[in-house]
């Protein structure tokens, strides 16, 4: 991630390599794409794996709430410097600032992970002998069932950080016309609630289970969805009541994901198990809806990926609620 941001904090202009520029900066992009998906299933098995089983949601629930924290620090870095750069400064090297303060903080990042010790599980399943690293090939002819509820509840938590994070504020833009000010302002008021709201309900599931917050989340979506997005006016309460509307119900999934994924594999699959499929799910419907909304707004049919959306969320419904409840369950194998 450190190595991505540093390539781009530095890659000189296509005016100066030609071509050179657009291929460095993707191999960048890649870099730290690639390492965020490795990233989120090691602090998912970890942040598991170290939690007291009572309070697993809770300590699962800081994964979302730190991205939170980093995308409004982001938000706060980008508005800084807009409002201390002219637009020629940004052009020129204003944009760079942000990837060098990213890079630079890979080498805390660094640091922080020599001296993390592995979870009291791991070692235990090491000192009995047990593998603890499993194989593409055991995940799925033996775990499944697990990948395949991932594969399910992983669609509607997709499509909801890109519909919410990204679509709305756009989309009012274009549709009824509101300043682009107004617009993010109201998205990164909605953010903040969205991270504030994280622990409380990590401690709620730890309470009342993971199935109930996450089928309120998915059946809401299912029903209110469209209506709800459609309805967006031009004006600052609208924009953030909608985003409020779709980022809290998501804090109740991804608030409890972390745990429900840790509790879903075996300790020697656990990171796999984790990872691979849920990154499969992020490439095929999180990393094809930029180019499904831009290509459905162009021909001036949006409101069909609402539609879309709405139907994952259904099929997340349906695997929520076929799926068995994993509060409290053990990790130790």
Known sequence: MALGSLLLAIVPTYDRIGFAAPVIATIARLLQGLSTGGEFAAAISFLGETAPSDKR????????????????????????????????????????????IGAISGIFAWW??????????????????????????????????????????????????????????????????????IAYAAGSFALAIYTLVHPFFGMLSDRVGRRPQMLVFAGFYTLFLYPVVLSVQPTFWSIAGIEIFGLVLYALFSSVIPAVLSELFETEIRTVGIGLPI???????????????????????????????????????????????????????
């Open 279 to 333: 990154n499969l799910v992020i490439a095929a419907f999180g990393g094809t809806t930029p180019f499904l909304m831009t290509w459905l707004q162009s021909i001036h049919h949006d409101n069909y990926f609402l539609i879309y959306v709405s139907v994952g969320s259904f099929i997340t419904l349906v695997t929520i609620w076929r799926m068995k409840e994993t509060n409290g369950c053990s990790l130790i194998d």
């Open 57 to 100: 949601g809770l300590h699962g629930s800081f994964l979302f709430f730190g991205t939170g924290i980093g995308l409004m620090c982001a938000s706060g870095i980008v508005w800084l410097l807009n409002g201390s750069l002219s637009h020629d400064q940004m052009i020129a090297y204003g944009w760079r600032i942000p990837f060098v």
């Open 112 to 181: 922080l992970r020599q001296h993390v010790a592995e979870t009291a599980i791991f070692e235990e399943a090491r000192a009995d002998g047990k593998r603890t690293m499993g194989s593409v090939r055991e995940l799925f002819t033996k775990h499944r069932k697990p990948v395949f509820t991932l594969f399910g509840i992983g669609i509607c938590g997709t499509f909801a950080f890109y519909l919410f994070g990204v679509y709305v504020p756009v989309y009012a833009i274009q549709r009824t016309g509101a300043s682009s000010s």
